[in-house]
T-cell receptor, first 113, second 113 residues
């Protein structure tokens, strides 16, 4: 299995809702990432998990809460989002070493209404 | 933090013409990765360059890393409509055991058949 699977593919949520994005990989990768991508912009790093521990938080607002239940799963819990949080949320994984590229999932396209 | 500048922002070519995108950094890069993102898709890893002056080829794609490791380029020979997409260079920063991939702004390539 050489894929990163993200669910759901599309999500529409209200500003008072709580929802979760899910990401799964079975490549044995030890690092997992959440990126946010707005239209016509590059992906922006949000969080890095290394060996199931949060190692980087790029000053992301607390309405985004990541969770890594085990080495194959990564969640992003969403609460009280704003319309400007609408974006494509990409999960990625890597070996966590310098000599390997990242494998990205196909993303969750989030719309906050 | 370190920023990688990428030019041009957009490039429109006729099928069969060549295409080049450039990345530049004011500081020395440890290594650089290249990704392609098709319209509506997710980033897909193409290659990583590590050594000063390194040149790598993948069929019609040629990747170069500058001698000073401050710039990199991707050249596509004889473009095809399947080459359409945004090409990102990305700098892989390391800090201890953490790896942080930061993307350039990308070059959107469109190909007229």
């Amino acid at each position: 299995d050489t894929e990163v699977t993200q669910t759901p593919k599309h999500l529409v949520m209200g500003m008072t809702n709580k929802k979760s994005l899910k990401c799964e990989q079975h490549m044995g990768h030890r690092a997992m990432y959440w990126y946010k991508q707005k239209a016509k912009k590059p992906p922006e790093l949000m969080f890095v998990y290394s060996y199931e521990k949060l190692s980087i938080n790029e000053s992301v607002p607390s309405r985004f809460s990541p969770e890594c239940p085990n080495s194959s799963l990564l969640n992003l819990h969403l609460h009280a989002l704003q319309p400007e949080d609408s974006a494509l949320y990409l999960c990625a994984s890597s070996q966590g070493r310098r000599d390997y590229g990242y494998t990205f999932g196909s993303g969750t396209r989030l719309t906050v209404v | 933090g370190q920023q990688v500048m990428q030019i041009p922002q957009y490039q429109h070519v006729q099928e069969g013409e060549d295409f080049t995108t450039y990345c530049n950094s004011s500081t020395t890069l440890s290594n650089i990765q290249w990704y392609k993102q098709r319209p509506g898709g997710h980033p897909v890893f193409l290659i990583q360059l590590v050594k000063s002056g390194e040149v790598k080829k993948q069929k019609r794609l040629t990747f170069q890393f500058g001698e000073a490791k401050k710039n990199s380029s991707l050249h596509i020979t004889a473009t095809q409509t399947t080459d359409v997409g945004t090409y990102f260079c990305a700098d892989l920063n390391s800090g201890g055991s953490n790896y942080k991939l930061t993307f350039g702004k990308g070059t959107l390539l469109t190909v007229n058949p």
